[in-house]
Every structure is written in C-alpha cells, then in structure tokens.
C-alpha cells in the first residue's frame, strides 16, 4: 500500500458511520468505491464527511457524481448547485418529480 492509499484509508475510517450503516467502511477502497463513497456523502453526509469527501476527490469527480445522481432532495440540489457553481437544471435528477410527489 502507498503513501496515498494509507493516509485514504484513515480518511475513510473517520467517516460517519450512521452515513455508512449498512457497510464495512474499513473495507472501502476510496478507489474502487469512489462513485458511491461520494453518493453517500452527498444524500446523506454531516459535515465532516464532505470534508473529507472533498480530501480524497477531485472536483471533477464530485461534479460529475453529483450531475448524474438520480434522486436528489431538492435542497441537496440546490446546495450542490451552489458548490459546484453549477445550474440547477444540469443535474439528472432536475427534471425528475421524486417518488414523493408523484
């Protein structure tokens, strides 16, 4: 394992664990994982799991996640949005109604 790769892995292990219920954080590769590490943390993490989101991933790669996301909470979308310093109606999720309001 490289430099990299441990000081990502003691990254990941500070993630909230109530974000990651349902998953063996020391198991995550922040690789192989990324696409749904930074899902996650968007729909559902506190603040310190979108600082270290923001540690291990590009802009890129959070921008391209977060567009592509399917269901979003409109307030999300609108903070995204905002961070990203990208319009709403680019998100994929934009134009969806949620299950919620359907």
């Not at 990502?8 to 500070?14: D, G, H, K, T």
């Amino acid at each position: 394992m490289n430099n990299k790769s441990i000081q990502a892995q003691n990254l990941l292990l500070q993630l909230t664990k109530e974000v990651f219920w349902n998953c063996d954080i020391s198991k995550f590769d922040y690789l192989r994982d990324k696409e749904f590490i930074i899902k996650r943390i968007i729909d559902a993490g506190l603040e310190n799991d979108e600082i270290i989101m923001w540690k291990l991933y590009s802009y890129d790669d959070i921008k391209n996640v977060a567009l592509n996301m399917e269901n979003l909470h409109e307030d999300v979308v609108t903070y995204m949005s905002f961070v990203l310093k990208v319009r709403e109606n680019k998100f994929k999720c934009y134009k969806k109604k949620p299950w919620y309001r359907k």
